[in-house]
T-cell receptor
């Protein structure tokens, strides 16, 4: 069965610290993976997708098929990064991780 | 370009009633997906429509149904409402679905009394 697991409900880091939001998936085929973000009082929006291999707002995510992971990383967190982050395998979403960046 | 529009924004119903929610996708998008979001279960996939045909379906009972019109607008219907159907219902559109990124609406907040 397809599944997406985000083990952390809440992640608090200090401004300037590195951030890693974990995402593991379960899928037998070739995965189509996305990270979506929801800022306060805004719509859920795409942050990045694995096929584009791009960096958005300083975030990157690398697909590791061996570990079935798609962790989201940023070297230096900023206060405006505080938001809810969802990992998605096509239409299957994880439960989300709330990132709080402390001043 | 206008974003995904969902109507109504809020809805209050009682148990046993039925409800219809509407979603207008971004112009040109042909895939429309529906999700139920609750604090306990998170975002759960209901179904996806593409070119007026249901192409993918999640694990929801038959009380949840949908349709898509020729202009790609979509409606979702829930019959015999239960208290547990109280949730935020999100619609998302994309060009063709699949590995295309989804664009979400603000949702319809449904409360069942």
């Amino acid at each position: 069965a397809q599944r997406v697991t985000q083990p952390e409900k809440l992640l608090s880091v200090f401004k300037g610290a590195p951030v890693e939001l974990k995402c593991n998936y379960s899928y037998s085929g070739s995965p189509e993976l996305f990270w979506y973000v929801q800022y306060s009082r805004q719509r859920l929006q795409l942050l990045l997708r694995h096929i584009s291999r791009e960096s958005i707002k300083g975030f990157t995510a690398d697909l590791n098929k061996g570990e079935t992971s798609f962790h989201l990383k940023k070297p230096f967190a900023q206060e405006e990064d505080s938001a809810m982050y969802y990992c998605a395998l096509k239409y299957i979403f994880g439960t989300g991780t709330r990132l709080k960046v402390l001043a | 370009k206008a974003g995904v529009t969902q109507t109504p924004r809020y809805l209050i119903k009682t148990r046993g009633q039925q409800v219809t929610l509407s979603c207008s996708p971004i112009s040109g998008h042909r895939s429309v997906s529906w999700y139920q979001q609750t604090p306990g279960q998170g975002l759960q996939f209901l179904f996806e429509y593409f070119s007026e045909t249901q192409r993918n379906k999640g694990n929801f009972p038959g009380r949840f149904s949908g349709r898509q019109f020729s202009n790609s607008r979509s409606e979702m219907n829930v019959s015999t409402l239960e208290l547990g159907d109280s949730a935020l219902y999100l619609c998302a559109s994309s060009w063709t679905g699949g590995n295309q990124p989804q664009h979400f609406g603000d949702g319809t907040r449904l409360s069942i009394l």
